[in-house]
């Protein structure tokens, strides 16, 4: 495709149900990285990925959340046991992995936990 | 780790005036700094980046200007217009490393 594709566009998960949100990064771009917004805010680092290499998880708030990239194209960003601090927008974003160059960035996954 | 702090959090100006956001950052092996555009229920998109080895950047209405002794830079905005109404983050990336850290972002309300 033209952009990043991140499905479902919305998820309502029940506390405590497993969510498995899902990147389509950019063809040929090598660094792929997750983004929390909360409402309000600034996008939050979670993780980074250059190709299937996982380089940074530093932002993952809790071992709750688990990304991963297997074949260094599509990500899936796991959340085990939804808790409603994690409702929010998940943000996935590619790059061609060069150094300083743009981020592109999906529509986003709005996930309400109830 | 990288810190980005932005101000003001909201900002309102008639239609035709100039805006301007302000940030800093704390790493200073940061070398590049882009600006997103967040239009409601929208992705944020790049609107213009500036590197190290340059102080001032200029597209159209808009310019950023970078003081890296200092570790800040801004993004101005001239002769608003209605559809400048967003949110807009600045953010630092570190020489060799492509994490992004974003600012807290600026809602900017134009008004006609």
């Known amino acids: 495709g033209a952009g990043v594709s991140q499905s479902p566009r919305y998820k309502v998960a029940k506390r405590g149900q497993d969510v498995a949100l899902r990147c389509d990064p950019i063809?040929?771009?090598?660094?792929l990285f997750w983004y929390q917004q909360a409402l309000g805010q600034g996008p939050e680092f979670l993780t980074y990925?250059?190709?299937?290499?996982?380089?940074?998880k530093s932002g993952l708030p809790s071992d709750r959340f688990f990304a991963e990239r297997p074949e260094g194209s599509v990500s899936t960003l796991k959340i085990q046991r939804t808790q409603q601090e994690d409702s929010a927008v998940y943000l996935c974003?590619?790059?061609?992995?060069?150094?300083?160059?743009?981020?592109?960035f999906g529509q986003g996954t709005r996930l309400t936990v109830v | 780790g990288e810190n980005v702090e932005q101000h003001p959090s909201t900002l309102s100006v008639q239609e035709g005036d100039s805006a301007v956001i302000k940030c800093t950052y704390s790493d200073s092996a940061s070398n590049y700094f882009p600006w997103y555009k967040q239009e409601l229920g929208k992705r944020p998109q790049l609107i213009i980046d500036i590197r190290s080895n340059v102080g001032e950047k200029k597209d159209q209405r808009i310019a950023v200007t970078l003081n890296k002794t200092a570790k800040h830079f801004s993004l101005h905005i001239t002769e608003t217009q209605p559809e400048d109404s967003a949110v807009y983050f600045c953010?630092?990336?570190?020489?060799?490393?492509?994490?992004?850290?974003f600012g807290i972002g600026t809602k900017l309300q134009v008004i006609p």
């Open positions: 974003a590619s790059s061609l992995g060069r150094l300083n160059t743009e981020a592109f």
């Open positions: 990925f250059q190709n299937e290499a996982q380089l940074d």
């Open positions: 063809s040929g771009h090598v660094s």
């Open positions: 953010a630092a990336q570190r020489g060799g490393y492509q994490k992004v850290t």
